[in-house]
C-alpha cells in the first residue's frame, strides 16, 4: 500500500528572515539580532533584541504560511532573566494589530537565565510569528529565536513487504 509519510523539518526557519518589534532600546537591541544564529545570550556583545517598554512585542516573518510546531527561544543571561514571564507565543497570517491578536500558542512563564525553552505544540499554520509583552514598563530581549515546522511529503512511500 501506500502511505503519506510526515517528517520534521528541523530547518531554524526564522534564522536571517526579516524581523520587527515595537520600539528598539539602543542600537545593540535590534529585532534582527533574535534571528542572527547566534544565540549569545550576553546582550553587550550584541546578539540579543530589546525593547524600549510599552506593550513590547517582537514578530518574525517567515515569508510564506508554514505549520508551526515548535518555537525555541534563548533568553538574556547576564541579567534580567525575569523579564521574559508573561510574554505570549502568537502565530497567524494576521498583521493587524501587529500580529498581536494571532492565535495564542502559549503564554511563557520563565526561561532561566541564558537558558533555552523549546515550546512544542500542535501545527498552527502562519507566515508570522510573535513574542507579545503585554503591560507598562515591560521590556522584551530575546537573545535567538527559532522556529520549527512540520512539512508533509508529496512523495508517495511504497511501503510493501519484501516477500
Not at 72 to 88: V, Y
Not at 127 to 145: A, S
Request: aromatic residues 10%; contains cysteine; glycine residues 8%.
Amino acid at each position: 500500500w501506500f502511505q503519506h509519510i510526515y517528517t520534521e523539518d528541523r530547518q531554524n526557519l526564522a534564522v536571517g528572515a526579516p524581523a520587527v518589534q515595537s520600539s528598539t532600546y539602543n542600537s545593540l537591541g535590534a529585532a534582527k539580532n533574535a534571528v542572527d544564529g547566534n544565540s549569545d545570550s550576553n546582550y553587550m556583545r550584541g546578539s540579543c533584541t530589546h525593547t524600549a517598554g510599552y506593550n513590547s512585542w517582537w514578530r518574525v516573518d517567515l515569508r510564506k504560511p508554514h505549520k508551526v510546531t515548535r518555537v525555541r527561544i534563548t533568553n538574556r543571561g547576564d541579567c534580567c532573566a525575569e523579564r521574559i514571564a508573561g510574554a505570549q507565543i502568537r502565530i497567524g497570517n494576521s498583521l493587524a494589530y501587529n500580529g498581536n491578536r494571532n492565535w495564542l500558542v502559549t503564554i511563557i512563564r520563565s526561561i532561566p537565565s541564558g537558558g533555552t525553552k523549546t515550546f512544542d505544540f500542535s501545527p498552527v499554520k502562519g507566515r508570522y510569528v510573535n513574542i507579545y509583552l503585554p503591560g507598562t514598563n515591560k521590556y522584551l530581549t530575546l537573545c535567538e529565536v527559532q522556529i520549527d515546522s512540520r512539512a508533509a511529503t508529496n512523495d508517495n512511500f511504497d511501503n510493501r513487504l519484501a516477500g
